[in-house]
């Protein structure tokens, strides 16, 4: 600073990077970090790295600049936010608001940045569903990610208790809405996949709020976190006709925390019903066997009386053939047809016995001529 | 009944011993011992399902930083 006459000596004078380094301490000494809302104007992205738009209302607008990789939710001309930003002027002069985080306000911003970062996000296949993991049927460890005061959290665990029981929960406890809530819930995430014995699912929960509460939830950062996480995920995120962008990348979403309970638990009053039901089903099935079995015996006895039964038959009438074979031998079938039997030694003048049909006959042999 | 055993692999075992019953190899003489078998493991399931309660653990870890 330099100091000419008396009236000089009073008023301060600078080099212009003096003042500008003054203004921006007096600035950062008044404000600090402050919030502005306003109307985006301008929005532009410069080498995919620098961000610039406008901030402005009816009766003003200021510059404002940030990192593109700060941007965590899509801007558009016309939409309502809110910046949580620095004020500076430039080496340039320039007045202009370094941003920090900037947040969509008001139902139709809220609306639009939500459908651009769903289509961005879509475009990458992150909802796609074959990306979508199955949820183990009986998990024995499962990490929550809420907050423990929240309605939604004390839901979700009245349910749970309701359920199959023996789980382990590793409870987060992190903001569920807010400006920090998405670094929250993502330092989660990366926790639960970091730990030595990984849970088995991750459970994200909060209960019902305004569109802007749970705007939390389609922050494009923990929604990659989610797309990442090795461990399956699981989102019970609001009511029933609410959808948020991490619910759409889940492995799994449940329409509210309770529901997300019912989804990742088995139901134990089902599974003690379908014990009975397999103790009951076994016992007709018992029966049945041994039904079975008294069938195959019954069929073996059936088939040996058939076979000893035929074999009687054969034998029989092999007997049968048999004794009308010995019959053509009969000596009375013969003399029935009118032959004579002569029994007695065959020499002259020797008596014979005839036998006919009708009589007994005795005679001389008178002659005997050899054939 | 072995008590090390999770819920699943215990329901994962009565599911094998019940399909035995539905096998060629089921047999007549072992029937009445194995349903025994399968009557006290299911009872087990039961009284665990009804008597198990959950872990909770709420982290001391800070996720605000």
């Known amino acids: 600073m330099h100091c000419g006459n008396m009236e000089s000596a009073l008023t301060p004078r600078f080099r212009v990077s003096d003042f500008l380094a003054v203004v921006n301490q007096s600035l950062e000494v008044a404000f600090g970090s402050i919030e502005v809302e306003g109307e985006v104007a301008s929005f532009k992205v410069n080498h995919q790295k620098y961000v610039f738009f406008d901030l402005k209302d009816a009766g003003g607008s200021v510059g404002c600049f940030m990192s593109a990789w700060q941007l965590r939710t899509p801007l558009e001309d016309g939409m309502r936010v809110v910046v949580r930003a620095i004020p500076k002027v430039t080496t340039w002069g320039k007045f202009s608001l370094t941003v920090q985080t900037v947040h969509p306000v008001g139902e139709g911003s809220l609306k639009k940045s939500f459908e651009l970062l769903k289509v961005k996000l879509a475009n990458e296949g992150l909802f796609d569903v074959a990306r979508k993991r199955p949820l183990p049927a009986f998990p024995a460890r499962v990490m929550v990610i809420s907050s423990v005061q929240a309605a939604g959290y004390a839901d979700f665990m009245k349910i749970a208790a309701q359920r199959t029981g023996g789980v382990k929960f590793i409870v987060a406890n992190v903001q569920v809405q807010g400006a920090s809530a998405p670094d929250q819930i993502i330092r989660a995430i990366d926790y639960a996949n970091q730990l030595p014995e990984p849970p088995d699912v991750i459970v994200v929960l909060r209960g019902g709020g305004s569109a802007d509460d749970l705007s939390a939830f389609n922050d494009e950062l923990l929604v990659r976190a989610i797309a990442a996480s090795r461990v399956p995920v699981l989102t019970g995120i609001g009511h029933e006709t609410d959808e948020s962008l991490s619910d759409l990348v889940a492995d799994r979403s449940a329409v509210t925390p309770s529901h997300a309970a019912q989804v990742v638990l088995p139901d134990r009053e089902a599974l003690i019903a379908r014990l009975r039901a397999d103790r009951e089903a076994l016992l007709t099935t018992c029966e049945q066997r041994l039904s079975e079995c008294m069938a195959t015996v019954d069929d073996v006895r059936h088939d040996a009386l058939e076979v000893w039964a035929n074999d009687v038959a054969q034998r029989l009438e092999g007997t049968r053939a048999r004794r009308e074979a010995l019959r053509a031998y009969d000596p009375e079938l013969v003399l029935r047809q009118g032959y004579a039997l002569i029994t007695g030694e065959a020499k002259l003048d020797n008596i014979v016995k005839i036998t006919t049909k009708e009589a007994y006959m005795k005679a001389r042999i008178e002659e005997y001529v050899k054939r | ?65």
């Open chain 2, 1 to 65: 009944m072995s008590n090390d055993k999770t819920i699943e692999q215990q329901i994962t075992a009565l599911q094998e011993k019940i399909a035995w019953f539905h096998s060629d190899a089921f047999s007549l003489d072992e029937a009445a011992a194995r349903y025994k078998e399968i009557d006290d493991l299911a009872a087990a399931i039961e009284r665990t399902l009804l008597e198990k309660k959950h872990h909770i653990e709420v982290l001391k870890q800070k996720f605000d930083e």
